[in-house]
Structure formats: C-alpha cells, structure tokens
T-cell receptor, first 113, second 115 residues
Framework: DAGVIQSPRHEVTEMGQEVTLRCKPI?????LFWYRQTMMRGLELLIY????????DSGMPEDRFSAKMPNASFSTLKIQPSEPRDSAVYFC???????????FGPGTRLTVL | AQSVAQPEDQVNVAEGNPLTVKCTYS??????LFWYVQYPNRGLQFLLK??????LVKGSYGFEAEFNKSQTSFHLKKPSALVSDSALYFC?????????????FGTGTQLKVEL
C-alpha cells in the first residue's frame, strides 16, 4: 500500500481564495482524521470520520472550514475564504481502529498571503 | 478530560548515550498511551503504545517506554542514541470524548543527538 496520500504537498494562495486539500486514506481503514500543525498551537485535531460519517468536528475552527468524505477512499478539507492565520501544515491520517495506530500522510503546507 | 504533558521542549544527548523523553498523563480511566515521531517535513509515525499488560513496552527503532501508574508517567527511552534519532517526539493519549476514537497529543519534544 502507498500509505496515506495527500495533495497538494504545497499550496500558496492569497487571502480570500478558496483552498481545497485532498486525502486518500489507506485502503481498509475505517477512520480518517484531519489535523493542523502550527508552531504556536502544536498539533490540533480538526475533524474525524468513521465509515465516511463525520463523528467529531469540535476542532474545526470556524464556519470557513468544511470537510467531506464522499466515499471510503477520498476526503477533502476546504477553507473558504482563506485567511493568513490559516497558514499551517495540514495532515490527514487514517486508522483501522480510531484510537489505535494512526498512519499519517506527508502533509500539505498551506501559505495564505 | 484526558491530557498529556511533555515538560521539555528540547532534549540534547550525545550519540551512544541513553536518552529519555518525558511524558506525564492525566486520565479519568485506564490510560491508552502512545508515542509518535516526526522527522522534518514528514507526517507523524507510530513508535509504540501501552494499553494493558507489561509496564515496559518495546517499539520501533529500538525505542521503549515505561508505564508508571503511581507517577502517571510514560517516558520514552533508548539505551544508545543515534544521530538519526534526532526528530520531534509526541506523546499521545486516547481521548474518551467525542466517541472515544481520537488521540490528544502533547506539545512535542525536540530530540537532538550530537556526535
């Protein structure tokens, strides 16, 4: 298996633009997590899905953020409109059992100018 | 609420010396504890976990961790450090809120192993 795949690896955009981050989890994993990492706030869980259903979105910072998982092999995290404070590395992770070993993707480094 | 604390932002150790990265936890039930490592420009990688059983847990790359219930600690250890062990290390605990299927991570400890 290729592991968790994220795209793009780097994204530079201007304030106010829409940003879409993509994730393909490991086949057979029922849980998918979106995290954000910054120097100031560390690693934060934004939302997680179980069997394509959002279970806990309490970490989503505000309405500008939305996440979907239309099928077991694809998820998106969208920011609209983007702001400079959204600049961070966004990780997707998947696991067979939610709290157990999670496999992380390489991350998307987002820069909002 | 479940939480973990990593009291050291950075740990420096000479190659060949033993290393310890500290973690303490606070949970309301049985702790499920984890260590992850992050190399530069990479995602986190699982190292080891404690759920039940022996207090000494062995993991990847020669790392081990000791669960100490009385001290509520789960320190990561390695008998002989390598320069290639230099990375950011995260302790994590199972969070029983929101369905119980997520982890709460510590703030991370930067390990630097020098020649």
């Amino acid at each position: 298996d290729a592991g968790v795949i994220q795209s793009p690896r780097h994204e530079v955009t201007e304030m106010g633009q829409e940003v879409t981050l993509r994730c393909k989890p490991i086949s057979g994993h029922d849980y998918l997590f979106w995290y954000r990492q910054t120097m100031m706030r560390g690693l934060e869980l934004l939302i997680y899905f179980n069997n394509n259903v959002p279970i806990d979105d309490s970490g989503m910072p505000e309405d500008r953020f939305s996440a979907k998982m239309p099928n077991a092999s694809f998820s998106t995290l969208k920011i609209q409109p983007s702001e400079p404070r959204d600049s961070a590395v966004y990780f997707c992770a998947s696991s067979q059992v939610g709290y157990n070993e999670q496999f992380f993707g390489p991350g998307t480094r987002l820069t909002v100018l | 609420a479940q939480s973990v604390a990593q009291p050291e932002d950075q740990v420096n150790v000479a190659e060949g010396n033993p290393l310890t990265v500290k973690c303490t936890y606070s949970v309301s039930g049985n702790p499920y504890l984890f260590w992850y490592v992050q190399y530069p420009n990479r995602g986190l990688q699982f190292l080891l976990k404690y759920i039940t059983g022996d207090n000494l847990v062995k993991g990847s790359y020669g790392f081990e961790a000791e669960f100490n219930k009385s001290q509520t600690s789960f320190h990561l250890k390695k008998p002989s450090a390598l320069v290639s062990d230099s990375a950011l290390y995260f302790c994590a605990v199972r969070d029983f809120t929101g369905g119980g299927n997520k982890l709460t991570f510590g703030t991370g400890t930067q390990l630097k192993v020098e020649l």
